[in-house]
T-cell receptor, first 116, second 114 residues
Framework: GAVVSQHPSRVICKSGTSVKIECRSLDFQATTMFWYRQFPKQSLMLMATSNEGSKATYEQGVEKDKFLINHASLTLSTLTVTSAHPEDSSFYIC????????????FGPGTRLTVL | AQKVTQAQTEISVVEKEDVTLDCVYETRDTTYYLFWYKQPPSGELVFLIRRNSFDEQNEISGRYSWNFQKSTSSFNFTITASQVVDSAVYFCALSSGNTGKLIFGQGTTLQVKP
C-alpha cells in the first residue's frame, strides 16, 4: 500500500507553545488529507479536511484558530496546534485520500502530543 | 445521520478460540464504504478491509472473515483460531458517498490470552 509519514512521532511541549505536525504522502499526490484526533482509550474523531490549495474544512466543535491546517502541496499537509494546553494532549493521525471512486485512503503512523 | 456502533467494548478469549466483533452502522446514503482497522499498542492503524455498499459478498482472508448484511446494517468481523498477536483495538468505520471522511465506531478491545 501507499506510504504516509508523520513527523514528529512524539512531541512534548510546554503549555502555551505551538506545535507543528507534518503529514506527507510519499508515493502519490493527495489533493485531500484528513486529520483525526484520538484521546486515550477513545475512538478517532475527524477534526478537519485538508484540501490542497484551499482552506481546510473543520468539523463542528473544532476551533479553526487553534488548529491551523495548511495543505501547501499535493504531498504535504501540516497541522499546527497553537497555544497548546494540557487538554490538547492527544494522538493526532492524518490520512491521505487517493481514490475518490474507490474511497482509498492511507493513514500515517500518528503523532503523540503531550502538553505539560 | 451517520453512525457506527460497536457494542462490545472489551472481549477476552483464550488462544485458538473463534471471536466475532460486531459492527452496526447507520446511513441514509445508498453509496457508502465500510472498513475495519486494527490498532495495536503502537497506535498505528492497520487497514484490514474495505467493502462498498454494492458488494454484499462475504470475504475471507486467512483467519479473518467478514459478514456484510445490508438488511441488518451490520458488518461483523470474525477471527478464527485467535492468536495472542491478534490482541489489539479493532475499529469499524463508515464513509458515505465519496467524501473520504471516516466515522469510526467506539472500538472493541480484544485480548487473546495464551
Amino acid at each position: 500500500g501507499a506510504v504516509v509519514s508523520q513527523h514528529p512521532s512524539r512531541v512534548i511541549c510546554k503549555s502555551g507553545t505551538s506545535v507543528k505536525i507534518e503529514c506527507r504522502s510519499l508515493d502519490f499526490q493527495a489533493t485531500t488529507m484528513f486529520w483525526y484526533r484520538q484521546f486515550p482509550k477513545q475512538s478517532l474523531m475527524l477534526m478537519a479536511t485538508s484540501n490542497e490549495g484551499s482552506k481546510a474544512t473543520y468539523e463542528q466543535g473544532v476551533e479553526k484558530d487553534k488548529f491551523l491546517i495548511n495543505h501547501a502541496s499535493l504531498t504535504l499537509s501540516t497541522l499546527t496546534v497553537t497555544s497548546a494546553h494540557p487538554e490538547d494532549s492527544s494522538f493526532y493521525i492524518c490520512s491521505a485520500f487517493r481514490d475518490t471512486s474507490y474511497n482509498e485512503q492511507f493513514f500515517g503512523p500518528g503523532t503523540r502530543l503531550t502538553v505539560l | 445521520a451517520q453512525k457506527v456502533t460497536q457494542a462490545q467494548t472489551e472481549i477476552s478469549v483464550v488462544e485458538k478460540e473463534d471471536v466475532t466483533l460486531d459492527c452496526v452502522y447507520e446511513t441514509r446514503d445508498t453509496t457508502y464504504y465500510l472498513f475495519w482497522y486494527k490498532q495495536p499498542p503502537s497506535g498505528e492503524l492497520v487497514f484490514l478491509i474495505r467493502r462498498n455498499s454494492f458488494d454484499e459478498q462475504n470475504e475471507i482472508s486467512g483467519r479473518y472473515s467478514w459478514n456484510f448484511q445490508k438488511s441488518t446494517s451490520s458488518f461483523n468481523f470474525t477471527i478464527t483460531a485467535s492468536q495472542v498477536v491478534d490482541s489489539a483495538v479493532y475499529f469499524c468505520a463508515l464513509s458515505s458517498g465519496n467524501t473520504g471522511k471516516l466515522i469510526f465506531g467506539q472500538g472493541t478491545t480484544l485480548q487473546v490470552k495464551p
